[in-house]
């Protein structure tokens, strides 16, 4: 555990019924005129920006949309966006959506100037700095990047995701209303439910894990596996569905202190080359890479069983094995591939993809067990 460490946090996040009407009063007080709301179309046409347009345009603040923004998108895309940004004008950005609308409006908050462009973040992200307040409502319990320094962008030319990270991409104001989820279809639902899994395991056993990210890291995960089944099968699971909004949200702030590990770093390539939802990338890693690591994490794991689970296991080996187990039937309940070839993905090139994913250092280094070229191959090979 390290020795010294911090937390990074958005300014002030609303949360509860109506908690997207705050959106009126955080412009109000910003005293904005001009606002960019960036979302997806699908969101935009079955209405769920609907309620966060009528709260800016209850201000007289004028409003600007952009919602050609594409799932999983790569550097240029997000640039195209910053470049309509600059052409609209703006004095503040409502990121309404999922990870992928996030991780666009964060960029385009720190893009929004001439002096580098968001590919230039790719080699050096030190040299960006906030050009535009920005407030961020989730539509999904599960990426958490309205409280991540972080932003996902996929390289085509490296067939790999890279991720842009900087305090600077840390949300201004955030928006947790449960509304915003309520109708989500459990596909979804499902896989960042299990990237928000991820995060919080993973944040609670990497080599950063300190007394911070705990708090956050544990809360989520208790959070997550005694709600998750239920708030992705029933729609009317009101309470289930708030709980792992809260969840996914403290499942990012532990990555703003801690860091995800092997799971995130060998899922990149999967996303980069073969375009597989970041969620179920995770999902299909998430097994192979407990298994790995669980010799070196089985302490933490008990504590996380502790408190977590209930059932009868009582020695730490046995109470590791149990939560790695749920996390399994988690997986498997939720109907989300644990193979490539479910996905109809063949022939795979595992030299290949365990190149890629070693050249994520960033996360790598965050596991408590070293993975070597070698280990990365075996465990792509593990879910062929």
């Known amino acids: 555990m390290l020795s010294s460490y911090s937390l990074r ?3 002030v996040v609303f949360a509860g019924e109506h908690a997207t009407e705050k959106i009126a009063g955080i412009v109000g007080e910003l005293g904005a005129t001009q606002a960019v709301l960036f979302t997806d179309a699908g969101l935009r046409k079955i209405g769920i920006a609907d309620a966060a347009c009528a709260a800016l345009e209850q201000t007289g603040c004028k409003v600007s949309i952009i919602d050609d923004i ?3 998108p790569t550097y240029a895309a997000v640039q195209h966006a910053v470049d309509e940004l600059k052409r609209l004008g703006a004095d503040v950005i409502v990121g309404v959506g999922g990870g992928s609308v996030m991780d666009t409006a964060k960029l385009a908050s720190v893009a929004a100037t001439d002096a580098y462009s968001v590919h230039d973040l790719l080699a050096d992200p030190s040299q960006v700095s906030k050009q535009l307040p920005t407030i961020m409502v989730p539509t999904t319990a599960g990426t958490g990047a309205e409280a991540t320094p972080n932003a996902i962008v996929a390289v085509p030319e490296e067939e790999l ?3 842009i990270v900087s305090d600077a991409l840390i949300s201004d104001y955030v928006i947790l209303d449960a509304d915003m989820i ?3 279809p459990r596909p979804i639902a499902a896989s960042t439910g299990i990237d928000a899994l991820c995060h919080a395991i993973e944040c609670y056993t990497s080599t950063k894990a300190n007394p911070f990210s705990d708090t956050f890291a544990l809360e989520a995960f208790d959070l997550i596996v005694n709600n998750i089944e239920c708030a992705c099968d029933d729609p009317e699971a009101m309470d289930a569905k708030r709980a792992m909004q809260v969840a996914s949200f403290y499942a990012g702030i532990a990555i703003t202190s801690s860091g995800t590990t092997a799971v995130h770093a060998l899922s990149y390539p999967l996303g980069g080359k073969y375009h597989v939802a ?4 995770n999902a299909i890693l998430l097994m192979p890479v407990m298994h790995f690591n669980e010799p070196v994490i089985r302490g933490r794991l008990a504590a996380a069983y502790d408190r977590a689970i209930t059932g009868d296991a009582t020695t730490d080996e046995q109470k ?6 749920r996390m399994d039937q988690i997986v498997r309940h939720l ?4 193979k490539l070839d479910e996905l109809g993905i063949h022939d795979v090139p595992v030299d290949e993809l365990a190149k890629a994913g070693m050249k994520v250092t960033r996360l790598l280094s965050n596991n408590m067990r070293e993975v070597t070229y070698e280990d990365a191959k075996a465990i792509y090979q593990q879910v062929m």
Request: aromatic fraction near 0%.
């Open 9 to 11: 946090l958005p300014k």
């Open 70 to 72: 594409p799932a999983e």
């Open 161 to 163: 995701k890279v991720g």
């Open 182 to 184: 309520k109708n989500l």
């Open 278 to 281: 970041h969620g179920v990338s």
């Open 320 to 325: 590791s094995a149990a939560v790695i187990e």
């Open 335 to 338: 109907d989300i591939p644990k």
